[in-house]
């Protein structure tokens, strides 16, 4: 009798086990690979596809999201190859850490039958992602724009830092100029800051040194404007009217907008959410009775004091 109760309760343990196998193996499983948090922006995107996991998994639990951060290209690649072999991905979100080493591989991914969701920077080969999810990088550089002409009149000066020298850079860049033309604004002179608070520092003590009448800056980015501004006030020229316009939507430069910060008045949105928009999609690409594929471009908001209170995340890290 003892035996045959052993028996019995280790058939039961088998079948659960067999079970939860097969539950295990039903399980909608999506890979979520970007780069390991480098700098500011990046970090905030690692937040919020932490957030977004947990989020999605509480409301599906027949959802498995399984997040990989990676150091270079190389350490992405053999990631990804992880995620079909070993855990056997129903679809893929990635943020590629340069678009052309990582194109064969979210191509290998794509040919296994995975749904492929690419993010920010595109790959080097159309047509391979199912669905794009990305920052509107020209429209950030006009927003910026159509807001030095609305505080600026004809013959004031602007100074411009730009990026690291990149497409995106290129089409804020661009977006800016054009929208600048024939205003009457001045640009002054503009230099590569790399999205960078020191190459920032640096650059603007050069312009402060040439400049003595700047009436606004565009930063682009907030790692630079914090740069741009610990120059002005070591220049001590923080008090005479200038102000700075960045870019992304740092939770620091968010709470001055909230504040009042007069120096940097407003900001332009460059969501590091933007990877939670792509998880999001992604899941309801299985779980909507509607189509999802497609190309999502998120807007480039203007930030300010009346509506930041709504980009503030302050557990976030940016």
């Not at 991914?109 to 690419?118: P, R, W, Y």
């Not at 609305?150 to 977006?175: M, S, W, Y």
């Amino acid at each position: 009798m003892k035996l045959k109760a052993l028996s019995a309760i280790a058939l039961t343990s088998v079948m659960a086990l067999s079970g939860a196998a097969a539950w295990a193996d039903d399980k909608i499983k999506i890979g979520v690979s970007y780069p390991t948090p480098t700098h500011a922006w990046a970090a905030g995107m690692n937040w919020h596809a932490e957030q977004a996991e947990k989020r999605l998994e509480a409301q599906y639990p027949d959802v498995d999201l399984i997040l990989i951060n990676s150091p270079d290209p190389s350490a992405q690649a053999s990631a990804l190859e992880d995620l079909v072999s070993v855990h056997k991905i129903d679809a893929l979100v990635v943020l590629p850490f340069e678009s052309e080493p990582l194109t064969d591989p979210v191509l290998n991914v794509k040919k296994s039958g995975a749904l492929i969701t690419v993010v920010d920077r595109g790959l080097s080969q159309p047509g391979i992602e199912d669905i794009y999810v990305a920052g509107n990088n020209p429209e950030l550089g006009r927003v910026s724009a159509v807001y030095m002409k609305g505080r600026l009149k004809d013959g004031d000066n602007i100074v411009v830092l730009r990026g690291i020298p990149t497409l995106i850079d290129n089409e804020r860049f661009d977006a800016f100029m054009a929208e600048i033309e024939g205003s009457g604004i001045n640009v002054l002179d503009h230099k590569h800051a790399n999205w960078n608070r020191d190459d920032g520092f640096e650059v603007m003590q050069d312009f402060l040194s040439r400049f003595p009448d700047i009436d606004a800056v565009w930063a682009q980015d907030d790692d630079i404007a914090i740069g741009v501004v610990a120059a002005l006030k070591q220049a001590g020229r923080d008090g005479d009217g200038m102000f700075v316009v960045g870019g992304a939507g740092m939770k620091e430069t968010i709470k001055g907008i909230m504040d009042g910060n007069e120096l940097v008045p407003v900001d332009v949105l460059y969501p590091p959410s933007m990877i939670a928009t792509a998880m999001d999609v992604t899941v309801a690409s299985f779980k909507s009775n509607g189509p999802v594929a497609g190309r999502y471009i998120l807007g480039a908001t203007l930030i300010t004091q009346e509506n930041a209170a709504s980009f503030y995340f302050p557990d976030s890290p940016f």
